[in-house]
């Protein structure tokens, strides 16, 4: 991680909401990386079991070397939507910056518990924005919430790739992108909200492509197509191909992915807007290889098994639960969020997945 963000980090109290997850513990270890970093980093996950899971999706170990560098809050009680507690956290903390990463992304479970997604995915981030009101009374603060490609739902129009932040709701994808959509809304809806006493509001939506990389949840497919290709070439298993992996996808490791909400938090341009968090972007990249890391979910499969030297693929017909819910191609446009912080994503699939199967080979214990 380059320290480009040490000037506005440093001394800064930052909160990870959601931070044993994958996101959020890859962004606490790049802020205990800079040389200039915060004051204080604190990272809360509610350790909340989604329905149907083996386990638990937040990890321990996921913040492995960080015992001396984080104060991590977890456990119910620490639920966003126990409004009082995270009040008073943010409040004894003093908190300047909240990545709002908290959530499910269990896409399945959200059609099957359309009232737990929303309480997860939408109610409790009311709470936390409450709670941010009512914590401090003075100063600025700034959220910087996750949101999610998903809200752009399913069947796009190939003439409208890449999606830009414009892009009209056609069909819902799931339950999940309609509550994370009204949250974002929420979100940005309090930017610039002074409470009376001088506090100041800053918010931001960063919408999310398909992101992988270290530290992801592997004992699912629903939470990921890509760390589920990677656990099975991993054990030499069949990865299977739902109509042949013809979808198109927008990959982005992780890496580049938290340089994006380091970038989207620390510059004043970004206040008050939803951005494309992906591959293309119009000025440097060409139009025909969307930079390389948009590529059919098949073709991805099979780079993972050479990459993996294990595993194989077979194409099957599309599973009819599965077919009804299958979103089309997707690749995002995230020229708007060049255009204001220069960003722009680094890593190559090949170095990505590389980087990724050489983790989950070195610490299959913790995750598998």
Known sequence: MVDIYNDYYKGKNVLITGGLGFIGSNLAHALAKLEHGPSNIIIVDSLIQNLGADSVNPNDFNI????????????PEWDLRNTSNIEKLIRNNGCDCIFNLAGSVAHNLSDEDPEWDRSINYDSHI????????????????????????QYGKNIPKENLPVRES????????????????????????????????????TVSLRLTNIYGPRQQMIDPDRGFVPWFIRTAIDNGEIKLWGGGRSLRDLLFVDDAVEAFLAAMSSENTNGNAYNVSNYIRFVAKPEDRCGNVVYVGDVAKMITLLAGSGSCVEVDYPEDKKIKEIGHYCGDATKLYDSVAWHPKTSLEEGLLKTIEFYRKNKPHYW
């Open 64 to 75: 492995a070397g960080l015992e001396n560098k984080a104060d991590v809050y977890k456990g």
């Open 127 to 150: 709470s936390l924005i409450k709670a941010c009101k009512n914590a401090l009374l003075k100063g600025e603060l700034k959220i910087v919430f996750a949101g999610t490609r998903d």
């Open 167 to 202: 892009q009209v709701i056609i069909e819902a994808s799931d339950t999940q992108g309609i509550h994370k959509y009204a949250a974002e809304l929420f979100h940005l809806k309090h930017n610039g909200l002074q409470n009376g006493s001088g506090l100041t509001l800053k």
